[in-house]
């Protein structure tokens, strides 16, 4: 264990939670079973300052490990938009993904009016406009698309090779197939 005057340091403290961090995920990697038991109390400061500091530097690690891996997500799903690879025993599948944002929630709310309750669950159901819409003689689709856009974010799910579609199963390591292909472009 280190001295407790070393990790009166601020760049210590992170250097430790660093650290921890590391070993922990080193015998995750050999034995993913054994997370439950892993345990370092001992290694953990005494003095209740040195703790707290210390948690915020841990808690400052996992929220870098959650950015960095959302930058990850976030650059295989550019690179992959509608797009399936086979890497090893895992298919990458990007598949972008499409919302609803109202232009103006005020307009919203004055066309729904009283049958707010029907469609806003906490946000506005399209299936609901689109249903009130009918009910009250409107074109679903012109109503859907006078009071919405359609805002398209990159998504990517990196799926085991066993939980992947057959057809993306029997990709070949590397290969890549173009996804939402009509079949007149695929001949």
Do not use: C
């Not at 250097?15 to 990697?29: G, H, N, P, V, Y």
């Not at 997370?35 to 500091?53: A, G, Q, R």
């Not at 609803?100 to 729904?112: A, C, L, N, R, T």
């Not at 009910?135 to 919405?148: A, K």
Request: proline share 4%.
């Amino acid at each position: 264990m280190q001295d407790k005057s070393d990790l009166s340091k601020p760049s210590d403290k992170l250097s430790q939670a660093l650290d921890l961090t590391q070993r922990i995920s080193k015998e995750i990697d050999y034995n993913m079973e054994v997370i439950d038991e892993l345990s370092y109390w001992e290694e953990y400061p005494k003095d209740l300052n040195d703790f707290l500091h210390l948690m915020n530097k841990v808690d400052q690690v996992k929220k870098a490990v959650s950015k960095i891996q959302a930058d990850m997500k976030a650059m295989l799903a550019n690179d992959f938009k509608d797009k399936a690879v086979k890497v090893g025993d895992k298919v990458i599948v990007g598949k972008p993904q499409k919302t609803w944002k109202p232009y103006d929630k005020h307009k919203v709310m004055e066309y729904i009016g009283d049958d707010w309750k029907e469609v806003v669950t906490p946000t506005f159901r399209i299936t609901g406009i689109r249903a009130l819409a009918e009910q009250r003689g409107d074109d679903p689709m012109v109503i859907q698309e006078s009071l919405f856009f359609q805002e398209e974010s990159g998504n990517v799910t990196i799926l085991p090779e066993n939980r992947a579609p057959k057809y993306l199963q029997a990709l070949d390591n590397g290969e890549v197939k173009e996804l939402n292909k009509t079949k007149k472009e695929e001949s």
